[in-house]
């Protein structure tokens, strides 16, 4: 098929950057979206032009690096699909597709589609595990863990911190992200110690980056990867109101 | 930069100067790790701060290291090229882990997952490694557990297991389809903290270009900023490798697109042991190639040969679709060879056996090149949603990249190559024969031989980190003392130099053709000779034309940009320069193991019934392999393997 894409390119962050349009004449249906950019990528380079910066690495949906919005969609329009997952099979010849990069201001552009997502790394570093040092640590069954629990904690779990959620919130908010740490880790017993530190630490560190605030729109969950359920953020401020008692 | 042309044919290199003492203690083999802990010397607490120890890698090996040893009082500095430490390729191993806890009750033991270990990885690694690798995997379970890992449970509350690979005991322990997702998690959520606690120096998106070593000892290494160019110096007391696997030599691979081989060659190049380099593990169920585009292959979880069965028709070039060819036009060749484990037959010989049936013009799919994976039998028998519940979202995956149900007919699948068993030489204490030097998880190659269990890459990166560096690190810093290097030390200024140079010379060439194209065309001859089947004439046509490629490559590569910026072509550049050096070695290292064993197939080396044939007599040895110069053959050093509490025998799975 053939299609025309229409690329955001930015040298790096100082600059302003703007939409480029590029041909792509030639895409098989079983390519997927960032093997089309590859090809795309290998012509500029024997034109000399700069090929497209994108953020990518396993290429099976997993590690969360992958991070463009495809016609105003994060991850494009498959639901449950990452970039990397999205095959060229759900666009048609003829189509124009529009490429930005995740557009918020705690994930500055580096360059073209690649933003700087350390904000994310930052706000886990505030209180995003259990502090248990190696060694020590008791048997692996002494503790029993109701099923329902762990597979409760394990869909919180299955995040992948790519970073979709804020880039389709309308106001940049990061909460389903924060909200599947804090879900995860308050469903275990191991969690229960830091309870409410924890979510303070995050959400706290959360309004430092500035990420935006939570108006209930539910656009995270539609475009998380993932499906990570909005029911997380409600459980999250549960946690968060026992904390401000708490803690605060 | 000098890039001299070896000579155009293979000569056979010449045995060295040896390897250094492997450490291994005496006495009982349970004892062992035991009694050396108890022997090693030991930095005080107090004392821990005074040393800064360099962690390259974020992924199982390198953040439970990171972690551990920042909990212990080290200063720690750890590097990643990815944009985070959670990304790491760790992250996408699907299966399991396996540790020796048998809550299943039903036989397991430290001794057997040894024996699985060592016989799986057909006696070419050792016996006290591998067995101290079986005796902390059942700490590591209970260390991932206090994190919060969620691993998968029974309604009683108690962890659950399956039986994965082939093992007759079900000693696996997942966390849905994504237990590398979980257990690195754990280990970055452990590392977030001491670098939120300012004990870990943490910078990602930054990669190892070289090392520096000082009077024979590593000392530091050099870096490059991926965002901005900038080329650094690190100094420290010791410098730990965690940078995984060498998989991505041939282009296609189920390693992530950055997963490179850079800083252990570099390390090759300054000097430390390459060992088993022709040690690789092709998967066998990955999803076929569609076509020249593809960048990668996608690994499907080997567990979906529990329910599964493996055919291809019997007749050769059968076009017809799978559902039109009547059961006794089947050939299930895997249960036909190998009635006892069946379609659960080690990885090596389940690829082996799909190469030889798409070899006899039986494959199917594009190509030929494909065998299919099929359910029916399995839903028919236990309904789709028990099907669905055990393999949806694998065969959503399926679905998703081949536009085709899986439970409506069979998948195609097809072997790939997957996980690197060789690695640079480490003694007991996991450091190389350059002092200071450590190497973790699959950048070494110590106990794996020469093919790996499914769910041990896991076990063993985690062993490595969590559990054997944090007491073999002092025992080096304690007698070698705190390092009075700093990084204004000529071989810091002069190692940067080179470095510069080299990214210089990348960047000038200004040829006609891609970094990718060049690694598309290495691949090719890296699969094709040294892949699933090799023989001495296919091993020794590569050897002629990877230097050839190699010249090429510095005369036509095309990378554009400037190096202070962000520039992935300059990135892929400098990796691909290495990989054309690196798959050179591996083919050596292929031509001169004349045998068979695990993922290392001589083709001249088979019984009458295709098996794989050992030579005992003369490669029980570890081949590693010393750097002598651009354009000079490398030296091949030998360590013996001995067995001493496990009998040598043939792995048969019939």
């Known amino acids: 098929m053939h299609l025309t894409l229409h690329v955001w390119r930015q040298k790096n962050g100082d600059d302003s950057g703007g939409f480029v349009t590029y041909d792509a004449p030639d895409v098989s249906e079983h390519m997927s979206f960032l093997e089309m950019l590859d090809v795309v990528n290998e012509q500029l380079i024997t034109d000399g032009i700069d090929p497209i910066a994108f953020d990518h690495d396993c290429r099976e949906g997993i590690c969360g690096t992958c991070s463009m919005v495809i016609n105003g969609s994060p991850h494009g329009p498959e639901r449950a699909t990452t970039t990397c997952q999205l095959h060229m099979r759900h666009f048609k010849d003829g189509d124009e597709i529009w490429i930005e990069p995740w557009r918020a201001k705690a994930f500055p552009v580096i360059k073209d589609l690649v933003v700087d997502r350390s904000s994310f790394d930052r706000v886990v570093q505030a209180g995003g595990f259990v502090s248990v040092n190696t060694g020590g640590a008791p048997d692996a069954n002494a503790l029993p863990i109701p099923k329902a629990a762990a597979d409760e904690a394990m869909d919180a779990a299955a995040c992948i911190g790519c970073g979709a959620c804020v880039a389709a919130c309308k106001n940049a908010s990061a909460m389903l992200f924060v909200a599947a740490k804090v879900s995860h880790l308050a469903s275990l017993p191991q969690g229960q110690v830091e309870r409410e530190q924890r979510v303070w630490r995050m959400v706290v560190q959360m309004d430092e980056e500035k990420f935006g605030a939570c108006t209930n729109q539910f656009e995270c969950e539609a475009a998380c990867p993932k499906e990570i359920s909005v029911s997380h953020i409600a459980k999250m401020n549960r946690e968060f109101g026992r904390s401000v008692r708490r803690v605060g | ?654």
């Not at chain 2, 005074?50 to 212990?72: D, H, N």
């Not at chain 2, 591998?130 to 962890?159: K, N």
């Not at chain 2, 204490?429 to 041990?456: K, Q, T, W, Y």
């Open chain 2, 1 to 654: 930069m000098s890039i001299t042309v070896e000579p155009r044919t293979a000569p056979r290199s010449t045995p060295g100067t040896g390897v250094p003492d492997d450490k291994i203690p005496s006495g009982p083999l349970e004892q062992r790790w035991e009694k050396h802990k108890g022997q090693m010397k030991l930095v005080a607490p107090a004392n821990r701060r005074r040393y800064s120890l360099i962690v390259v890698g974020s992924g199982l090996a390198g953040a439970s290291a990171a972690a551990s040893l920042a909990e212990m009082g080290y200063g720690v500095r750890c590097f990643c090229y990815q944009d985070s430490a959670r990304r790491a390729h760790s992250i996408a191993a699907q299966g399991g882990i396996n540790a020796a806890k048998n809550y299943q009750n039903d036989g397991d033991s430290v001794y057997r997952l040894f024996y699985d270990t060592i016989k799986g990885g057909d006696f070419r690694s050792r016996e006290a490694n591998v067995y101290r690798l079986a005796e902390v995997s059942t700490a590591i379970i209970d260390q991932c557990v206090a994190q919060g890992v969620p691993f998968a449970r029974e309604y009683g509350g108690h962890l659950s297991n399956r039986s994965f690979g082939g093992a007759q005991v079900s000693r696996t322990f997942y966390a849905r389809g994504q237990t590398g997702q979980q257990l690195l998690l754990g280990a970055y959520s452990a590392l977030a903290r001491q670098i939120g606690l300012g004990n870990v120096d943490m910078h990602p998106r930054t990669e190892m270009l070289d090392l520096v070593v000082v009077d024979g000892h590593a000392k530091g290494i050099i870096t490059r900023d991926l965002v901005t160019g900038k080329v650094e110096r690190w100094a420290g007391d010791a410098v730990i490798l965690a940078t995984g696997g060498y998989g991505n030599t041939f282009y296609l691979s189920t390693n992530a697109k950055g997963c490179n081989v850079t800083a252990a060659y570099r390390a090759y190049k300054r000097g430390a042991l390459f060992a088993n380099p022709c040690f690789t593990q092709i998967h066998p169920t990955c999803i076929p190639v569609s076509g020249d585009y593809q960048s990668k292959l996608t690994l499907m979880s080997e567990s979906l040969r529990n329910d599964g069965r493996i055919w291809v028709p019997k007749k050769h070039g059968d076009t017809r679709p799978a559902h039109q060819i009547p059961e006794d036009e089947r050939d299930y060749y895997l249960e036909r060879k190998y009635p006892s484990f069946g379609n659960l037959a080690p990885r090596d010989i389940a690829s082996r056996s799909a190469k030889e049936v798409c070899d006899e013009g039986r494959g199917v799919g594009p190509g030929g090149l494909g065998v299919y994976l099929d359910f029916a039998d399995s839903i028919n028998r236990l309904g789709e949603k028990t099907i669905a519940d055990r393999y949806g979202n694998l065969f959503q995956m399926y679905e998703r990249i081949t536009g085709e149900d899986p439970y409506r007919q069979p998948m195609r699948i097809f072997p790939a190559v997957h996980y690197t068993m060789g690695g640079l030489w480490v003694d007991y204490n996991l450091m190389s024969n350059i002092p200071g030097l450590h190497v973790l998880g699959e950048a070494n190659f110590s106990d794996h031989g020469a093919n790996r269990l499914g769910a041990s890459a896991l076990m063993q990166g985690l062993a490595d980190g969590y559990f054997v560096i944090p007491y073999t690190i002092g025992d080096y810093l304690a007698r070698e003392g705190k390092s009075e290097v700093t990084t204004d030390h000529d071989a810091f200024r002069e190692v940067e130099s080179q470095t510069t140079e080299r990214v210089d010379k990348l960047l000038s060439v200004n040829g006609r053709r891609s970094v990718d194209d060049f690694h598309r065309e290495l691949g090719k001859v890296m699969w094709d000779y040294c892949g699933m089947g090799r023989t001495r004439e296919g091993l020794t046509k590569a050897l002629e034309r990877i230097p050839e490629l190699r010249d090429d490559f510095w005369n036509d590569v095309r990378v554009l940009g400037a190096n202070e910026e962000y520039n992935t072509s300059l990135e892929k550049a400098g990796r691909v320069a290495d990989f054309l050096e690196f798959g050179e070695l591996m083919c050596r290292d292929a031509l001169e193991r004349e045998e068979s064993c695990g993922g290392h197939f001589r083709e001249e080396y088979q019984t009458e019934e295709g098996e794989a044939m050992r030579n005992d007599k003369d490669f029980t040895h570890v081949a590693a392999w010393r750097f002598q110069g651009d354009g000079i053959i490398p030296t091949r050093e030998v360590e013996q393997l001995h067995f001493e509490f496990v009998e040598l025998a043939t792995r048969s799975y019939k």
